[in-house]
């Protein structure tokens, strides 16, 4: 059964160019809007664009630095590069550097088709990812497709299949029993932002069933833990009286400079594919 189709927003001039670059590649089968300008809640009008093109095979690095402006693509995040190494959601990634800034991402539609067959025998995995607290499910590839919007042909986006919502409430659910114990663990042997860090991920695994329970796709959002309802207000309350639940960007970029951590190196770090440790850059 198919999903809804979003509408695909009104694209300014300068993303409208790089749709229509990529749609006019011998491989890419369909190329869609993800993210907040997908689902028309922009954080703010300067929010980035988010572009996914779905692909028979990868198209040569030299056709996709075609569709950038003069200059760019040379030792910065504008160079084609590959991203997430070692995860079955390999991607080639580029961005392009105008305002807003339009990230895309080129994804093998084969992945998508895989992740499906696995997806409807009740079967994922959860991946470490920095982007997301407490990692992300390989059925991402699903979600996103299903909350995007379509602007160059078609992937048949899924709802979700019964087996995979049988199988991952209780696992979720279960993440969050253990990520609890292991906070008590952590207060215990009085070490409260250990501890917090374990609540959050209990949290956001409640959050994770919560959506998947509905028959939710899950998207990669600053907003999961509102959207799924995991917390209440008394339960915010809870977590903001807790030491770590008063940090500030202020005082988490003095952390940085107490540690000598540029924080501002993390989207090279990202880029390169460190996340995945070492020998794994490509």
């Known amino acids: 059964?198919?999903?809804?189709?979003?509408?695909?927003?009104?694209?300014?001039?300068?993303?409208?160019?790089?749709?229509?670059?990529?749609?006019?590649?011998?491989?890419?089968?369909?190329?869609?809007?993800?993210?907040?300008?997908?689902?028309?809640?922009?954080?703010?009008?300067?929010?980035?664009?988010?572009?996914?093109?779905?692909?028979?095979?990868?198209?040569?690095?030299?056709?996709?630095?075609?569709?950038?402006?003069?200059?760019?693509?040379?030792?910065?995040?504008?160079?084609?590069?590959?991203?997430?190494?070692?995860?079955?959601?390999?991607?080639?990634?580029?961005?392009?550097?105008?305002?807003?800034?339009?990230?895309?991402?080129?994804?093998?539609?084969?992945?998508?088709?895989?992740?499906?067959?696995?997806?409807?025998?009740?079967?994922?995995?959860?991946?470490?990812?920095?982007?997301?607290?407490?990692?992300?499910?390989?059925?991402?590839?699903?979600?996103?497709?299903?909350?995007?919007?379509?602007?160059?042909?078609?992937?048949?986006?899924?709802?979700?299949?019964?087996?995979?919502?049988?199988?991952a409430v209780p696992w979720w659910r279960g993440r969050a029993s253990c990520a609890l114990l292991l906070a008590i663990d952590h207060v215990t042997a009085g070490e409260p932002l250990g501890a917090l860090e374990h609540v959050l991920a209990a949290a956001t695994s409640v959050a994770h069933a919560r959506l998947i329970s509905r028959g939710r796709w899950y998207p990669i959002t600053k907003r999961l833990l509102g959207e799924a309802g995991a917390l209440d207000d008394r339960a915010r309350e809870r977590l903001a009286e807790l030491p770590a639940g008063r940090l500030t960007e202020a005082v988490v970029r003095q952390a940085a400079d107490d540690l000598g951590v540029d924080v501002d190196d993390g989207l090279g770090w990202l880029a390169a594919g460190e996340h995945m440790g070492p020998g794994h850059r490509t």
């Open 1 to 167: 059964m198919s999903t809804a189709e979003l509408k695909a927003p009104e694209l300014p001039p300068a993303v409208r160019d790089v749709v229509d670059g990529l749609a006019a590649l011998p491989t890419v089968r369909s190329v869609r809007v993800a993210g907040s300008r997908a689902r028309g809640k922009p954080t703010s009008p300067d929010s980035d664009w988010d572009i996914l093109a779905y692909t028979d095979t990868l198209p040569d690095r030299d056709e996709l630095r075609r569709l950038l402006p003069p200059g760019a693509g040379t030792g910065n995040r504008s160079e084609p590069h590959t991203a997430n190494p070692g995860h079955p959601f390999q991607e080639t990634e580029f961005t392009v550097p105008v305002a807003p800034r339009i990230d895309v991402c080129l994804r093998p539609l084969a992945h998508l088709r895989q992740e499906e067959d696995r997806a409807a025998r009740g079967l994922f995995t959860v991946h470490s990812y920095p982007k997301t607290a407490g990692g992300v499910p390989s059925y991402i590839l699903l979600s996103e497709a299903a909350l995007s919007a379509p602007v160059h042909g078609d992937v048949g986006t899924v709802a979700c299949p019964e087996a995979l919502v049988a199988a």
